[in-house]
Nanobody, 126 residues
Framework: QLRLVASGGGSVQSGGSLRLSCSAS????????VGWFRQVPGKEREGVAC???????KYADSAKGRFTLSQDNAKNTLYLQMNNLKPEDAAIYYC????????????????????WGQGIQVTVSS
């Protein structure tokens, strides 16, 4: 069974930066999608960004220009670089993975992902 382990959360002041990591172990599909999501207690899970095996990315409007996805295939690790963080970015962040069966690009929709890492907390103070 594929397993995802997320790390890199923490507390920063407004305008600061964090880099989240998502490492995968187990069977890795040649064609896949990986997404980042976040959730505040009492609210619905929100898509942040996604990437496919070819490196094509999509970003939510809230993340464009501030967040950047990258992947180190040799380490089976995905990174989410978050710059210029704002208080509204504070949430529990999750990475998610699934096979891209039809070969299309990724979607920032939680139902598209079957494998999930644990949540990591990001706090941003003003």
């Amino acid at each position: 069974q594929l397993r995802l382990v997320a790390s890199g959360g923490g507390s920063v002041q407004s305008g600061g930066s964090l880099r989240l990591s998502c490492s995968a172990s187990g069977y890795i599909y040649n064609t896949y999608v990986v997404g980042w999501f976040r959730q505040v207690p009492g609210k619905e899970r929100e898509g942040v960004a996604c990437i496919d095996n070819g490196g094509s990315t999509k970003y939510a409007d809230s993340a464009k220009g501030r967040f950047t996805l990258s992947q180190d295939n040799a380490k089976n690790t995905l990174y989410l670089q978050m710059n210029n963080l704002k208080p509204e970015d504070a949430a529990i962040y999750y990475c998610a993975f699934d096979h891209n069966e039809d070969g299309t690009g990724c979607l920032i929709v939680d139902i598209a992902y079957n494998y999930w890492g644990q949540g990591i907390q990001v706090t941003v103070s003003s």
